[in-house]
């Protein structure tokens, strides 16, 4: 989602090769949209293993939390701090709020999660993943005015977030399985986006479409 960048007038302190340069650096900066979408999904997916029943949790610490903590968090940060840059706000909000989610959720099942008395934990993390919820149907709506890929990647990212959040508050193991099929349904998604991004601006044309 590029941004149009503006050079400054040319000045006697600004000659016009200056600015001509500055213009040239600006057009040439990276689409940090790939990498966000890219440390999204591949956490996303790991995380939706454990979530749909398809790998025992007993691993999910040591696999998921180190993902969500450097690249699902960190990665997806940065990507949003560089889509500020870009004068992306709905790319800023996505990414630096989804890589927050990331780093938080590391914090949570780390050092939270232990503490809280064993009936209540699936009440806390479903309360937790309802406020997820809440956030990301309101990005879906900014969403439609996007393309099509977009567009679904936010609706099924919603309804993974909803499926979760019921699953622990009922304590229904088909719900939390639901909500981690759809998980990996999103991750896909999210990764086909990234992929056609990098691919038509690797090959200055398009690639894959995105409706």
């Known amino acids: 989602m590029p941004s149009s960048t503006l050079a400054p007038p040319a000045t006697a302190a600004t000659?016009?090769?200056?600015?001509?340069?500055?213009a040239t650096v600006a057009e040439r900066r990276a689409n940090p949209g790939p990498l966000g979408l890219?440390?999204?999904a591949l956490t996303t997916f790991v995380l939706s293993l454990f979530n749909s029943g398809l790998i025992s949790n007993a691993a999910l610490s040591a696999v998921v939390l180190p993902l969500a903590l450097f690249y699902g968090g960190l990665a997806q940060f940065v990507a949003g701090v560089l889509e500020f840059r870009r004068g992306n706000t709905f790319g800023t909000t996505a990414f630096v709020s989804y890589g927050a989610f990331w780093m938080s959720f590391a914090?949570?099942?780390?050092?939270?999660v232990p503490t809280l008395p064993a009936d209540q934990a699936h009440v806390a993390t479903g309360w937790f993943l309802v406020a997820w919820f809440i956030f990301t149907a309101y990005m879906s709506i900014a969403a439609l005015r996007?393309?099509?890929a977009h567009r679904a990647l936010f609706i099924v990212l919603a309804l993974t977030f909803l499926f979760l959040a019921l699953g622990d508050l009922a304590e229904t193991t088909a719900l939390?399985?639901?909500g981690g099929f759809l998980g990996l349904l999103c991750?896909?998604?999210a990764w086909y986006i990234s992929f056609a991004v990098v691919a038509q601006e690797t090959w200055g044309r398009k690639v894959l479409p995105l409706g």
């Not at 000659?15 to 500055?22: G, H, L, R, S």
């Not at 914090?107 to 939270?112: C, N, Q, T």
């Open 15 to 22: 000659p016009a090769a200056t600015v001509a340069t500055v």
């Open 38 to 40: 890219a440390a999204f």
């Open 107 to 112: 914090g949570y099942v780390k050092f939270v």
């Open 146 to 148: 996007l393309d099509l």
């Open 176 to 178: 939390t399985h639901t």
């Open 187 to 189: 991750a896909g998604i």
